[in-house]
């Protein structure tokens, strides 16, 4: 899958609210490490809860200054 079909697919997926966890693990699993980091952070977006959990449980194996900004987002939205 190119980039800018990944976007596209990405893009969609956030926007819905039925979005199988399954699916989306498939697809981070598939990607490099800097590519997964940069999907992580665009799924903790989800309009899907199952799936901003996922992304937010995936993070913690990333240090990155993006990852604390989103933990951030995310303690206060929960």
Do not use: P
Not at 17 to 32: H, S, T, W
Not at 61 to 66: L, P, V
Request: with cysteine; glycine share 4%; proline share 0%.
């Amino acid at each position: 899958m190119h980039e800018n079909e990944r976007d596209k697919w990405v893009i969609k997926l956030l926007s819905d609210n039925d979005a199988d966890v399954e699916i989306v693990e498939d697809f981070i699993l598939k990607l490099d490490s800097n590519e997964q980091l940069k999907r992580l952070l665009q799924f903790t977006d989800s309009r899907n809860s199952e799936v901003k959990l996922y992304a937010y449980e995936e993070l913690i194996c990333f240090s990155d200054e993006r990852v604390l900004e989103a933990a951030g987002r995310g303690l206060v939205e929960g």
